[in-house]
């Protein structure tokens, strides 16, 4: 808090200017300041420099209209009672902040101790702590939010752990049968790269579907016959499955063309010549349309059309996966040709029903 009533000083040491009551020490540098604005001290040599930056301060204080009431805009002179306000160093009228004389004085004794706010700093202070309330519960959340990740990143962590001592197990055991050509680290490399490049395989096809027993289009141009299977795998799947609103990026018919007799690529040496058609493979955009659609495709069998009953939607799986589901499906013929019924596959594995 300061008062008008008392004689302006500058210092020349470091370029503060401000009121000082029964005291001669700079208000910034602590240095001793004369009545007149001069300092004592060691950049008492800087003297000129230093004047030059208190005239460049004394001018843009002057622009900004510092010495200006808050509330009448007129002029706080130097024998006017008078506060500056703390937070937006502006002076205001006693009278026009109605403070009494002797509230004035009070303040006045009390220089060091308080601090004074004009009206409107302190409604934007008090929003301060309101928006400093809502930054506090935001740091909250994101600390929730952090102890979340940290614990993840450590479950992790401890996974990677189990697998890289398994690994190491592993490693032992080769050691210890007597290979020490390399021969057993070069086929655990190599069961590491397969597994990679098997699951990069599964991700590249994680939106993809087969349909199979969609009629080929009889179009010349393979544009045509690609739009016509589009239109046709999307009538699959709303009136067919009951899923509709499917995005399709993209289908293509898996294997050569068949030989229709009859345009140029039909006579070409090498084309399918099965009556059956090809696959349609379909790349979806959301894999969330693939699972809707496997979940729903039964409805297939309960469709009037004899064309569509006899369509058959699968994932599209890699060549090992494809192997796998021949063995288990060759499996769960034998058990229900020796009369075991009850059997059926689901998520790479032969499960059996309880009918207790």
């Not at 049968?177 to 990069?200: D, I, P, S």
């Amino acid at each position: 808090m300061s008062g008008r009533g008392a004689k302006k000083k500058s210092c020349r040491r470091c370029g503060f200017e401000g009121r000082i009551y029964e005291r001669e020490l700079c208000g910034s540098c602590k240095d001793t300041v004369k009545s007149d604005g001069d300092s004592r001290g060691p950049a008492g040599d800087q003297e000129d420099n230093n004047s030059e930056d208190n005239n460049k301060q004394e001018e843009w204080y002057q622009q900004v209209g510092r010495d200006s009431c808050g509330v009448c805009q007129k002029k706080v002179r130097d024998n006017d009672n008078g506060l500056c306000c703390e937070i937006c160093e502006r002076w205001h009228h006693c009278g026009c902040i109605k403070m009494g004389t002797q509230e004035y004085r009070m303040l006045q004794q009390l220089d060091r101790e308080v601090d004074w706010m004009c009206k409107n700093c302190k409604a934007k202070i008090k929003n301060l702590k309101a928006e400093n309330l809502k930054l506090r519960d935001e740091v909250v959340a994101l600390r929730l939010e952090n102890d979340d990740l940290k614990k993840m990143l450590n479950d992790r962590i401890i996974n990677l752990e189990k697998k890289v001592e398994c690994l190491e197990k592993k490693n032992i055991n080769i050691n210890n049968t007597g290979k020490g050509n390399g021969e057993g680290l070069n086929q655990v490399v190599e069961k590491v790269l397969e597994v990679v490049r098997e699951e990069e395989e599964k991700k590249a096809r994680i939106n993809n579907l087969v349909i199979y027993e969609v009629e080929e289009s009889q179009k010349e141009y393979g544009k045509e016959r690609e739009e016509e299977d589009k239109d046709k795998c999307t009538e699959i799947f709303e009136r067919g499955v009951g899923v509709k609103g499917v995005s399709i990026e993209s289908v293509r018919r898996l294997g050569r063309r068949m030989n229709t007799g009859t345009g140029e690529e039909g006579n070409n040496q090498g084309v399918n010549n099965s009556t059956r058609p090809r696959p349609v493979l379909v790349k979806l955009k959301y894999k969330e349309d693939k699972y809707d659609i496997l979940k729903n495709a039964r409805n297939l069998r309960n469709v009037g059309s004899e064309r569509m009953r006899r369509i058959i939607i699968t994932p599209d799986r890699t060549r090992k996966e494809q192997e796998i589901d021949r063995e288990l499906r060759n499996e769960l013929r034998k058990k229900r040709e020796e009369g075991e019924s009850g059997w059926y596959i689901y998520r790479g594995q032969l499960k059996r029903r309880n009918f207790q």
